[in-house]
């Protein structure tokens, strides 16, 4: 991607953040947008040189692009697919926004902006995935298979007969369980991916992903630490399904 391309998603990621969080801003997003472009090496974004402007309080327009601009580039340059970049993306932007809007957002505030976040970085590399990425050579995982591939009514019985720690976790019930385990299509998957599509922390995932192994339901491919990966276990998967090999290492 050069870099007007990455320019044009970082205002657009950029605006939302503004729009969410400090809309008072707004006027001078343009203007303020023009400043950080010149400096990001695309002077043809503005029409005219614009003079740097003071800090402000809270969220800085130009910070905020900074870090999509760079956040981006470093998302593009990982060893992995689409859903790991958009991982990476949303992690990224996630610890920024708590550095530095820690108990000046509510909380519903906060996960409203990082789903707009996630999905605009995810339509943006599904985008690209046949074109700059490509170019980069970058090593894709091969797609999902069809969702014949998972037997999902007998995965949907074993998930009710298990005995699951949901106290307290509405997110993790026996149906969305079986929704993300069907969405995996049969491939290897991260600890972080469970993190990711139901916002718990490592220790909760861990807990959920371990009864799924002792229960049979998942399998693990022997390795440590962040090499770990989990696949639908085999009586699950229906006899045609095409195992992908276990995803490289990612950076988390």
């Known amino acids: 991607m050069d870099r007007e391309e990455r320019l044009v998603v970082t205002r657009d ?29 695309v002077p043809k974004v503005a029409e005219r ?12 327009t130009t910070l905020v692009a900074g870090m999509f601009f760079e956040v981006l580039k470093d998302a593009a340059a990982l060893p992995a697919g689409s859903r790991e970049r958009v991982s990476f993306v949303r992690k ?37 995935t046949g074109g700059w990425l490509g170019a980069l050579g970058a090593q894709e995982t091969a797609p999902p298979p069809e969702p014949a591939a998972i037997d999902r009514e007998t995965l949907r019985q074993a998930l009710a ?13 026996p149906e969305t369980l079986l929704d993300f385990l069907t969405h995996t299509g049969g491939r290897w ?4 991916d469970f993190e990711e599509h139901f916002q718990v922390n490592k220790k909760t995932a861990w807990t959920y992903l ?21 696949i639908l276990a085999a009586p699950f998967r229906l006899p045609d399904t095409s195992l992908a090999e276990p995803l490289p290492p990612g950076p988390g």
């Open 13 to 41: 990621l950029t605006e939302q953040v503004i729009t969410v969080l400090a809309p008072e801003k707004l006027a001078d997003f343009a203007d303020d947008f023009a400043a950080f472009s010149l400096s990001a090496g």
């Open 49 to 60: 040189p614009t003079p740097p402007r003071p800090p402000r309080a809270g969220l800085d």
């Open 92 to 128: 990224r932007a996630k610890g920024y926004l708590v550095t530095h809007l820690a108990g000046q957002i509510t909380l519903s505030q906060f996960y409203r902006l990082l789903k707009l976040i996630e999905e605009k970085v995810g339509l943006y590399f599904e985008h690209l």
């Open 161 to 173: 007969r298990l005995s699951l720690p949901l106290k307290g976790r509405r997110k993790l019930t």
């Open 189 to 192: 998957f991260r600890l972080l």
């Open 210 to 230: 371990n009864q799924l192994l002792r229960q049979g339901l998942l399998e693990h491919n022997g390795e440590k630490a962040n090499r770990v990966r989990y």
